[in-house]
């Protein structure tokens, strides 16, 4: 039994430079890069910061797309219950919840809590916010299943068509953030219309959010007045900025510049395991060489997963699930680096190197060449450092990769034109198993929709119909570690590191911590001295 090692890499924020909101003038100017920008001394007059995120969405409504993710790393919306840094439920806009039965779940919304408009939330407004999500947004259609919703004052019940034991933490998923739908689809979209500690003052698409204390958040007062964020793709770039002071506070720099800011008192380094895993995708359909299982075991054994942790930091990952979850990782047999076993596997099942030229043929004597696509992710450059990696292990066991670095992977994942796919992917981001397992791995055509690989096993299909029936959290955890073996033992990916993730800034700002879930990132906690 190996106990697996996490790691991973903030899939979280980051974003360009904060200056002045509300009714102050702001001065920031915008770097032909994406980023931001000198500090207004006005504003610093305020407890205001400038912050970076390497993402800001289109649009700011938590319905469409993953938009949600960015309103409640800005502070801006917030779900009926979120998770800790244990990755458990905890209370938020609900203050109390019980499972009735296993198709029935009640919700008791929090008394005296309004949204930024000014409108109270009460159990009908959170229905109507569940509702348009589930309408707008076919993932909220998967992960509730719900038949229908009744609300009664502050008391919320919703009803599902079928046993949805993973309902509970699905609904810390941001695009469940209550807002008032009353708004117009387009304040919603620019104003978010939320119940965070910040609410938004301007809005510049994919650019710049100004945002502003709210004050009637129910939660206490924000430590700031006013945050400037803005956009800052590169890692490095984020990482200039915040030694210019241009911006006070960034997270997701990577590991080899991060060092520029630990043991350094002028400035705060925040840094812990996230439930992220650095994936190398690996093509399960016919159209791929990887097709073969005994081919994917090989390439399993020969590459070296501590050696990448090394290099971009984190550790070793032996699962499909990191180290931070409490999925069972120390019960399961991972396979680990050996370069000739690797070597005998491919021997054996006949990828030889006929013609001598250093690199294996396949079983009928065509060059075995394999793509490996890249693409930067999460504004970190630890994607092509792991592809350049994996190349150089494989071609010590005769393996031949071409990388191709791409801007957008998404058409080639449509026409399933590569071998492997580059990934930084959360494997909790409900704190749950199921929705990694059942979205990559299943086949289904309503909850598979990104199995982007062709794979498919009847057993991980078994598990996942069997946690839609399993409400004890403990017995869940012991279904995803089967599911772990499985995937282990079929070699379906190379899960390589795990990541850390963290969060940087000027030593002035105060109590800015990394949290484990990367959906919480500006909270009423962070303030300036």
Request: glycine share 6%; charged share 25%.
């Amino acid at each position: 039994m190996k106990k697996v090692f996490s790691f991973i890499l903030a899939c979280v924020l980051a974003v360009g430079a904060f200056a002045g909101c509300g009714s102050e003038s702001s001065e920031s100017d915008t770097a032909s890069d994406g980023g931001a920008v000198s500090s207004n001394s006005d504003a610093e007059a305020q407890k205001h910061i400038n912050v970076a995120f390497f993402w800001i969405s289109a649009g700011l409504d938590p319905a469409t797309d993953y938009d949600g993710w960015v309103t409640s790393r800005l502070g801006t919306s917030e779900t009926l219950i979120k998770l800790d840094d244990e990755l458990k439920i905890e209370e938020c806009l609900a203050d109390k919840w019980e499972n009735i039965d296993e198709n029935t779940w009640y919700f008791h919304i929090r008394e005296d809590v309004n949204f930024t408009t000014g409108n109270p939330v009460t159990a009908q407004a959170a229905a109507d916010s569940i509702m348009r999500a589930v309408k707008e947004n076919p993932r909220a259609e998967e992960y509730l299943k719900i038949d229908h919703i009744d609300a009664d004052g502050q008391d919320l019940t919703i009803v599902t068509k079928e046993p949805n034991a993973a309902l509970l933490n699905n609904m810390s998923e941001p695009v469940f953030s209550i807002i008032d739908t009353s708004c117009s689809d387009e304040e919603i979209r620019s104003k978010v219309c939320g119940t965070g500690p910040y609410m938004v003052s301007e809005f510049a698409s994919e650019s710049k959010v100004e945002l502003i204390a709210n004050p009637d958040y129910w939660g206490g007062k924000a430590g700031l007045d006013s945050i400037t964020v803005t956009q800052i793709t590169d890692s490095d770039a984020r990482a200039m900025a915040l030694q210019s002071k241009e911006i006070d506070l960034t997270n997701t720099i990577d590991n080899t510049t991060l060092k520029l800011f630990t043991d350094n008192s002028d400035y705060n380094v925040s840094s812990i395991i996230s439930p992220r895993v650095n994936v190398a995708y690996m093509n399960n359909a016919d159209s791929s060489p990887l097709s073969d299982v005994e081919l994917r075991k090989a390439i399993s054994y020969a590459v070296d997963r501590e050696s990448y942790a090394e290099l971009i930091g984190g550790s070793a990952a032996h699962s499909a699930y990191s180290d931070s979850t409490p999925f069972g990782n120390d019960t399961i047999e991972a396979i680990e680096y050996d370069p000739n076993k690797a070597v005998e596997i491919l021997d054996k099942a006949g990828y030889t190197d006929k013609d001598n030229d250093g690199f294996r043929e396949d079983k009928v004597g065509d060059p075995l060449k394999l793509k490996y696509l890249q693409a930067a992710d999460h504004g970190s450059a630890d994607s092509a450092i792991l592809a350049q990696a994996v190349q150089s292990d494989l071609k010590k066991v005769g393996i031949d990769v071409e990388i191709l670095a791409v801007e957008n992977l998404s058409d080639y994942q449509s026409s399933g034109d590569f071998d492997f796919y580059t990934a930084n992917d959360n494997s909790a981001p409900t704190g749950d198993p199921q929705l990694m397992l059942e979205t990559m791995y299943t086949t289904s055509a309503t909850s598979g929709k990104q199995n982007l690989t062709g794979y498919h096993n009847v057993e991980i299909d078994k598990i996942i119909e069997e946690m839609n029936k399993t409400f004890d959290t403990e017995a869940r955890y012991k279904l995803a570690a089967q599911a772990s073996q499985v995937l282990n033992d079929t070699a379906a990916n190379l899960f390589l590191t795990n990541s850390y993730i963290n969060m940087v800034s000027l030593a002035r700002v105060k109590n800015a911590v990394q949290p484990v879930c990367d959906y919480y990132f500006i909270t009423k906690d962070i303030t300036v001295e």
